[in-house]
């Protein structure tokens, strides 16, 4: 299912729809430094595949894979925490990681109609790795978002093969942006939404969030409302937080609630119909010596500035999509300049 992913981009080159980062328009979020790709693969052997479906007039689809390392997650597994913003989804797995503060399995995204068949795929993954052979339990983690706008979502065609070659190809280095893999048909604030990453050096160790966003509200970037736009309240956002510190479930959970602030920072509505959920892990394993209370403060900051850049990227890289018989518009980027440019003249953060 390559060739999906490169047909997207072919199109949005040859439609001259090449788009910045938040950094490259100016908009920097926060205080504390971004990591060199400002993305959640700075938190090292962390690792990012996508499948991206464009078919025809209606499929605008997809899944992504976010591995927290390249091993078998089942036979290593990471620390890990869910916060439930608004429970209004199809989270799967969630309860296990509370109960027991671990993940092992890779953590996919994609269509809300697609979990099962997403999770059904990942066991095919997972049971089939060597030194699995006697495995009888396993607890997938799949977070999904409504993206029936612009998909036709009933049809459920996120299958087998495309996560196999999500989680095949998921790699470390720069992470691709907007409306790709389950990102393809998401839309946010009534703009075209997608996924997105950013990344914070933060007390001595490394934060890193991805998002795909797909919910409502009164957009702000860096406090700043950007154009008042109709659009439902409505919609979801997964996000994931991953870092290198040594931190236990606990504190994994109140980095998982930081990433909700985050998102909260960007204009949501927390409406009924929103589900919203931080999924947080980290790559250590088994420390002896664990980050304190007290050492956490520049933890959560730097996971609240994370995941709202990221939010801002998901929007800023996604380009326009037609399908389903529906067209939902990238953000127009001298939009966002002229509100940058209000802000600063006001002293809007």
Not at 265 to 293: E, P
Request: charged content about 20%; proline content about 3%; glycine content about 16%.
């Amino acid at each position: 299912m390559r060739w999906s992913v490169v047909l997207l981009g072919m199109a949005a080159m040859a439609a001259g729809q090449e788009r910045p980062r938040a950094r490259e328009i100016g908009l920097v979020v926060g205080t504390l430094p971004a990591g060199p790709l400002n993305a959640i693969t700075d938190v090292a052997g962390v690792r990012v595949g996508h499948t991206t479906l464009i078919r025809g007039e209606t499929v605008r689809t997809g899944v992504t894979a976010i591995l927290p390392h390249g091993g078998n997650l089942f036979q290593d597994k990471v620390p890990g925490a869910v916060f439930v913003g608004n429970g209004f989804g199809k989270l799967m797995g969630s309860t296990q990681v509370n109960e027991l503060g671990e993940i092992e399995s890779p953590i996919l995204l994609t269509s809300t109609l697609n979990v099962p068949r997403v999770a059904d795929a990942a066991l095919d993954y997972l049971l089939g790795l060597p030194g699995n052979e006697r495995v009888r339990s396993v607890n997938v983690v799949v977070g999904e978002t409504n993206d029936g706008g612009l998909n036709d979502i009933r049809g459920r065609h996120v299958g087998r093969a495309e996560v196999l070659a999500a989680i095949a190809g998921a790699r470390g280095g720069p992470v691709e942006e907007g409306a790709v893999g389950a990102g393809t048909g998401t839309v946010a604030f009534g703009w075209k939404g997608g996924i997105g990453t950013a990344s914070r050096v933060a007390g001595g160790y490394t934060v890193g969030v991805l998002v795909q966003s797909n919910y409502g509200g009164e957009l702000r970037l860096g406090g700043r409302v950007v154009g008042r736009r109709e659009s439902s309240a409505d919609g979801s956002c997964m996000l994931v937080v991953a870092t290198d510190a040594p931190v236990d479930a606990r504190n994994l959970r109140r980095m998982a609630e930081r990433a909700i602030w985050g998102m909260a920072r960007t204009g949501s509505a927390g409406s009924n119909g929103s589900g919203d959920y931080a999924i947080a892990f980290s790559t250590v394993r088994g420390a002896a010596r664990l980050v304190s209370n007290e050492a956490m403060s520049p933890l959560l900051l730097g996971t609240i500035e994370a995941a709202e850049e990221a939010i801002y990227n998901s929007l800023l890289r996604a380009v326009t999509v037609t399908g389903n018989g529906r067209t939902v518009e990238a953000i127009p980027l001298e939009l966002v300049r002229e509100a940058l440019a209000a802000g600063r003249q006001t002293g809007s953060r």
